[in-house]
């Protein structure tokens, strides 16, 4: 028995490797920038003000506004209250 589950084991061991042999050499994706934004939030839930850490254009702050409008959908919460908050976001700009 302890030699089927050490044969098993080898196995899946070797399975493994070959998976991540294989995914190493697929092509990767190609790299999008990072951009910090810091995102302030009131007790009701909407976004207050957004401040990306490099200057962007107006368009993309325009863009930027919108789509967190949309991912944040309420206030956070402390003791069961609504508080108002700040976080950092890490959004993709390609």
Same mark, same amino acid.
């Given at each position: 028995?302890?030699?089927?589950?050490?044969? /098993?084991?080898? $196995?899946?061991? %070797?399975?493994a490797a070959?998976?991540?042999? /294989?995914? !190493?050499? !697929? *092509?990767?994706?190609? !790299?999008?920038?990072?951009? *910090?934004? =810091? /995102?302030? /939030?009131?007790?009701? $839930?909407?976004?207050?003000?957004? +401040?990306?850490?490099? &200057?962007?254009? *107006?368009? =993309?702050?325009?863009?930027?506004?919108?789509?967190? &409008?949309?991912?944040?959908? $309420?206030?956070?919460?402390?003791? $069961?209250?609504?508080?108002? +908050?700040? =976080? %950092?976001?890490?959004?993709? %700009? &390609?």
């Amino acid at each position: 028995m302890k030699y089927m589950s050490t044969l /098993v084991l080898s $196995g899946l061991m %070797v399975l493994a490797a070959n998976a991540a042999a /294989v995914a !190493a050499d !697929a *092509p990767s994706q190609p !790299a999008s920038r990072m951009l *910090p934004v =810091l /995102v302030s /939030v009131n007790t009701a $839930g909407k976004v207050t003000d957004v +401040s990306p850490s490099t &200057d962007v254009s *107006p368009a =993309l702050q325009r863009l930027m506004r919108q789509n967190l &409008d949309q991912m944040i959908v $309420g206030p956070a919460m402390y003791h $069961g209250r609504p508080v108002s +908050s700040q =976080l %950092v976001v890490q959004l993709a %700009v &390609d």
